[in-house]
C-alpha cells in the first residue's frame, strides 16, 4: 500500500510531492492550484501564495518595474494594493482559506467576477473594474484562477440566481434585479414590507441573466470577504460613484446618504408604501 | 484485529492502529494499549475505554513546565481500552503520519493523537515562530508509531531535497519532518512600510532531506498583511 520510496507515508494519505510531480498550472487538489513560472509573471492576490520552489519574487503593483505591465494588463487602481506580481523560476501552491479552486480558460473572451473571488491570473488576460461594483471583469486570453466555498457550478441562461451565490459570468450582458413583486403587493404585503410580521421567505430578490452566456454560481451562500474596491471616480453617471447629487430621479432622497442599489425602499416607494 | 502488528521474534505486539474514516475522523482501534489524543476531541467510541487528563501532555514535570514557559501548550487526554474510538475536532482535515524513530515538528494545535509510545516534547525553533504568532516554540513527536495531525483544508506533502530547497508561507505551515533546516525570509523593505509590499514579506526557507505538511488556508499572523 504504501508508495514506493515513501516508507513514512501510511497508506491512503496523498503522496509527497516535488516539483517533478506537481503539476503546471493545474490543480493539485480541490483546494490549492499549482502555478508553473518560467521567468513569466502571474499576477495574485495579496497573501494567497502557500509555498513554492525555485526562486519567486513578489513585488507590488507600484513597483517601478512593473509600470509596463500594469499599464497593458491591470487597469484597476483601485485594486492595486490587494494585487501583487509574482515573478522568476519554479512552482507556487496557491489557496485560500480552504476554499475550492478552480482555474478557468479564456479565450479570446470577457468573464466578470466578485472581487474577492479572484485568486490569480496571466498577465495576457486584462483586469479591469466592471461597472457593477464589486465585480472586476477579466478580458482576453489566458488563465485565471478563482476561489468559491463549495463547488462552482456553470448554468446557461435564462436564470435568477440567489445574490450570495453569484460567483460571476461570462459572456452575458444582462446582469439585473429581479424582485418577486407580488409578495410585497396588497395590504398583507404592504404590512409584511413595513413590519416584517408575517416573515419573508428571504428569497423575494434575485438576480437575473438573460441571452447568451455562462453562470458561474458557488454551490454555498457564504460569501467571500470582499475586496476593498476603493472609491469610485467621482463622476455623474458611474453607479456607485455618488457623482453630481441630486441629478437623476433621486428625488425624495436625503442628499449624501448613501444608498444600496435595489434597496427595499426603493420598492415601498414604488409601491406608494 | 488490531494485534496486526507481528514482530520478526515470534511477539506480537498490541499497537493501536490509526485508520481515517472519511477525511475529517480518525479511528483508532486499540486492544488494551493506549494513544494520547487532544483533550475533548472524542466523538464516540465502542467497546471499553478510559479517558485520562494527562497534565503536562505526559512529559513529566520538566515538560509541562517547559510548555507552560514557551507558550507551546496541549492538553492531551490518555486513551486506554478495548474497542475502536474516534477522533475528530472542528472538522478540520486529519493527516495520517507514520514515524520510523525520525522526529516531526507540528505546531501544538495541529496535533491530534499519536501512539502512546511516541515522545512528545518543544523544541526552539527560533524566530520563525514569532512571525507566525504562536511562539518561539514548536512540539516535536519522536519514536515509532503513529500520529495525526490537522489541517484546515487537506494538506499538500511537499518534498524537499537538496537541490530542491522549499520556502513556505508561515500561516500555512503545518508540520515538518525529516532532516530539514528551516531559516526565516525576510522580504520587508521600504515598500513594505509604504504600504506596497508583495505581500509575502515573512517566509520560511526548508533546505535538506524531508517532508513539508502545507494547508490551503492561512492562519493570521503578524506577517500576514504586509
Known sequence: MNPAGNPSMPAGAPAPLDPMSLPSDDSVNAYTFCVELRGSQWFLQKGKMIAYYGSIEFNGIGHGRLDRLVRTSFHSPLHASDWVVAEGQGKMLLADRAFDVNSYDLEDGNLTIRSGNLLAFQPTLALKQSIVPGFLTLIGTGKFVAASNGPVVFMEPPIRVDPQALVGWADCPSPCHHYDHGYLTGVIGGVRALTGIGGTSGEEHQFEFVGAGTVLLQSSEALMAEQATGALPQQAGVPGGQGAPGQHGQRGQQPGQPRLPGQLGDLQRRFGL | ?226
Open chain 2, 1 to 226: 484485529m488490531p494485534c496486526s502488528d507481528p514482530i520478526s521474534d515470534g511477539y506480537r505486539r498490541c499497537v493501536a492502529t490509526f485508520r481515517l474514516q472519511g477525511s475529517r475522523v480518525l479511528a483508532v482501534d486499540m486492544s488494551g494499549d493506549a494513544v494520547k489524543a487532544k483533550n475533548g476531541s472524542m466523538v464516540a467510541y465502542d467497546g471499553q475505554m478510559a479517558f485520562k487528563k494527562m497534565t503536562g501532555g505526559g512529559e513529566g514535570v520538566r515538560g509541562m513546565v517547559t510548555r507552560r514557559l514557551t507558550g507551546e501548550q496541549m492538553t492531551v487526554m490518555e486513551v486506554k481500552g478495548h474497542g475502536t474510538c474516534w477522533f475528530a475536532d472542528r472538522a478540520t482535515e486529519i493527516n495520517l503520519v507514520s514515524l520510523h524513530g525520525e522526529k516531526l515538528f507540528v505546531e501544538a494545535g495541529n496535533l491530534l493523537c499519536t501512539d502512546a509510545g511516541l515522545r512528545t516534547g518543544t523544541h526552539f525553533t527560533g524566530v520563525r515562530g514569532a512571525s507566525q504568532g504562536n511562539g518561539l516554540f514548536t512540539t516535536t513527536v519522536e519514536g515509532s508509531g503513529q500520529a495525526a495531525i490537522m489541517s484546515e483544508g487537506p494538506a499538500v506533502v511537499l518534498r524537499v531535497s537538496r537541490q530542491y530547497p522549499l520556502t513556505v508561507d508561515p500561516g500555512a505551515y503545518v508540520a515538518h519532518q525529516g532532516d530539514l533546516r528551516q531559516n526565516l525570509q525576510s522580504g520587508v523593505t521600504f515598500r513594505t512600510l509604504l504600504g506596497e509590499g508583495g505581500g509575502e514579506a515573512f517566509q520560511i526557507r526548508f533546505e535538506g532531506e524531508g517532508l513539508v505538511y502545507v494547508q490551503p488556508s492561512e492562519r493570521t499572523t503578524i506577517a500576514g498583511d504586509v
